[in-house]
C-alpha cells in the first residue's frame, strides 16, 4: 500500500485519523493502540508473510533491551546487545543476502550451489535498522528501555516511516510515544507537507522517472550521448523527488499524530562538494552509519590509515545496505573514492574554486553516481558510461529532444526550480500575510487536484527505495 495510492489516500488514511481523533486525549494509551493496529494492519496488506519477520525483530529488540536495564554487569549487557545485533543482522543477512552470496560462490569456486528463492519483506532494511538504532542506544544509555512493549512495536511500525524511512531514532519519538500533544499548527503544516510529497512524488518523479526507465532500459550500446545524458539528469531527479517526496509524506502524517521526526532531505544537489552532498542526502542513513559503525570502528580517532579503512569500509556497507548487487558495491566504493580523495588531495584546492565550479563539479559526480546505482550490471554500467563520454550523436537527437521538451519541459523546470530554495526565499516576505496563507492553500490544493488526474491516468508509480 503506497502513499501515493488511492486506497491509501480514501480508504486508509482517513480511517486512521477518523479513529485515531475519536478517541479522548487523555487516552493516550488508546490513541497509541489504533496506531498500532493500523500501522500492523498497513503492513500486513502488502506483506502478509513479511509481517512475522518484523514482529520477530520487535521481540529481539524488546528483550534485549529489557535484559539490558535489568542486568547488573557489563559483560551481560554486552551478551544481550550482541546477541540481539547478531540476529537482526542475520535476518537481513538471510532475506537480502542469500541469493547473492550463492550466486557469487557458483561464480567465484565453480560450484553448483541451487540459489534459494527468498522473498524479502517490504522495507526490511529500514526495520531491522531501526530497530538494531534502539539496542545499540539502549546499551550505550543513551535511552532508558521502554518497558512497554506495544510502545516498542510502535516505534518500529509506526507506518509513515516503516517501509521506506526515515530511519527514526528512539530517543527522536520516546516522549512523544508516552506524552505527545497534537495541536491543529502541527496537524496543518503536517497535512500540508503530505501534499507537497505527494505532488513531489506523482508530478515529478513520476513523469521523469518514466523517461529514465525508458532511456536506461535502451542500455547504453542503444543510446546517444545526447540520451545518455538525458537518461542520467532524468534519474537523478526521479531518485530526488521519489525519495524526499516520501520523506516528506511520512515527515507530515508524523506531524500530524504529535510526531516531530527529523529532516532527511536538505536540498541534495545545492552541494559543493561529495561531502557535502552526503551531509544533505538521505540524512538518516548517512548518520546511522555515522554513529553505528564508522565512530565505534574509531573514526578519524586512530590515525589516517585507519581513517581510510573505516571509509572504505563503511561505504561499502552502505552499498550493500541498498541491495545485494555489485552494482551497489561499486557505488559504496565509488563515493568513498571520491571522499578520500577531497580529505586527503582536493579538499584544500576545491575551497578556493569558485562557487560555481565547486556545484559543477560535485553535481558532476553525484550524477555518474546515479549511473552506477541505476544500471543493473558491472557490463550496463561501461555501456552507459562509454555511451555517456565516447557516444556518437543520433540522428533522430532534436527531434526526441523537441519532443521531451514539448511532454516533460513543465516537469523539468518545476524539478530544477524545486531543487533549490529559491521559491521559499521569495515568498518567504508574505508568508505571514492571510492572502498569502490563503494562496498558498489553494495551491496546494490545486496540486492535490492534480496529483489525484496524473495518479488516475498512470500506470507507472513505482517507489523506488520500497526495494531496500
Avoid at 558495491?329 to 577531497?342: C, H, M, R, S, T
Avoid at 511532454?407 to 526550480?417: M, N, P, R
Wanted: proline residues 4%; positive net charge; charged residues 15%.
Amino acid at each position: 500500500m503506497v502513499f501515493s495510492s488511492f486506497v491509501f489516500l480514501f480508504l486508509f488514511f482517513p480511517a486512521v485519523l477518523a479513529c485515531y481523533f475519536l478517541v479522548p486525549r487523555r487516552l493516550r494509551s488508546v490513541r497509541n493502540g489504533v496506531l498500532l493496529l493500523f500501522s500492523l494492519f498497513f503492513y500486513l496488506y502488502g506483506e502478509p508473510k513479511g509481517i512475522f519477520v518484523m514482529l520477530g525483530v520487535i521481540g529481539v529488540s524488546y528483550l534485549s533491551a529489557m535484559a539490558m536495564e535489568r542486568t547488573k554487569t557489563q559483560r551481560a549487557r554486552r551478551w544481550a546487545m550482541g546477541i540481539a545485533v547478531a540476529a537482526m543482522v542475520a535476518v537481513l543477512g538471510y532475506y537480502k543476502y542469500t541469493g547473492f552470496a550463492v550466486e557469487n560462490l557458483n561464480s567465484f569456486c565453480g560450484l553448483s550451489l541451487p540459489a534459494p528463492q527468498v522473498i524479502m519483506p517490504i522495507g526490511i532494511s529500514f526495520f531491522t535498522f531501526q530497530s538494531m538504532s534502539y539496542v545499540l542506544d539502549v546499551y550505550r544509555r543513551t535511552v532508558p528501555a521502554q518497558r512497554n512493549p506495544l510502545y516498542v512495536a510502535l516505534y518500529v511500525s509506526l507506518f509513515p516511516q516503516l517501509v521506506a524511512g526515515p530511519i527514526v531514532r528512539y530517543e527522536t519519538v520516546a516522549q512523544e510515544i508516552v506524552s505527545r500533544q497534537e495541536r491543529f499548527d502541527d496537524f496543518h503544516t503536517g497535512l500540508q507537507r503530505f501534499l507537497v510529497g505527494l505532488a513531489k512524488k506523482m508530478l515529478l518523479a513520476n513523469p521523469l522517472g518514466k523517461v529514465a526507465t525508458d532511456l536506461f532500459g535502451m542500455g547504453g550500446d542503444a543510446l546517444s550521448t545526447l540520451l545518455a545524458w538525458l537518461g542520467a539528469v532524468c534519474f537523478a531527479l526521479q531518485i530526488l523527488y521519489d525519495f524526499s517526496g516520501y520523506s516528506d509524506m511520512a515527515i507530515g502524517m508524523g506531524r500530524m499524530f504529535g510526531f516531530h521526526f527529523l529532516e532527511n532531505f536538505r536540498y541534495p544537489y545545492l552541494c559543493d562538494s561529495i561531502t557535502d552532498f552526503w551531509r544533505r542526502w538521505h540524512i538518516s542513513l548517512s548518520t546511522w552509519f555515522r554513529d553505528y559503525i564508522y565512530i565505534p570502528l574509531g573514526g578519524n580517532r586512530k590515525g589516517k590509515a585507519r581513517q581510510l579503512v573505516n571509509l572504505v569500509a563503511v561505504w561499502a556497507l552502505t552499498g550493500l545496505w541498498h541491495g545485494a548487487s555489485w552494482n551497489f558495491v561499486l557505488w559504496g566504493l565509488y563515493f568513498a573514492a571520491l571522499l578520500i580523495f577531497e580529505k586527503l588531495v582536493f579538499g584544500k584546492v576545491l575551497e578556493r574554486l569558485p562557487a560555481v565550479l565547486r556545484h559543477l563539479y560535485a553535481l558532476f559526480f553525484v550524477l555518474l553516481g546515479w549511473v552506477i546505482f541505476n544500471c543493473t550490471s558491472l557490463d550496463a554500467i561501461g555501456a552507459y558510461l562509454y555511451a555517456m563520454f565516447a557516444g556518437t550523436p543520433g540522428a533522430a537527437d532534436g527531434q526526441y529532444l523537441i519532443w521531451f521538451l514539448r511532454q516533460y519541459g513543465l516537469e523539468l523546470v518545476g524539478a530544477v526550480l524545486a531543487a533549490t530554495p529559491l521559491l521559499p526565499r521569495l515568498v518567504a516576505p508574505w508568508k505571514e500575510k492571510a492572502w498569502a496563507q490563503t494562496a498558498y492553500t489553494v495551491w496546494l490544493l490545486g496540486l492535490f487536484g492534480l496529483s489525484l488526474l496524473t495518479l488516475a491516468n498512470s500506470s507507472f508509480n513505482p517507489f523506488i527505495y520500497f526495494r531496500f
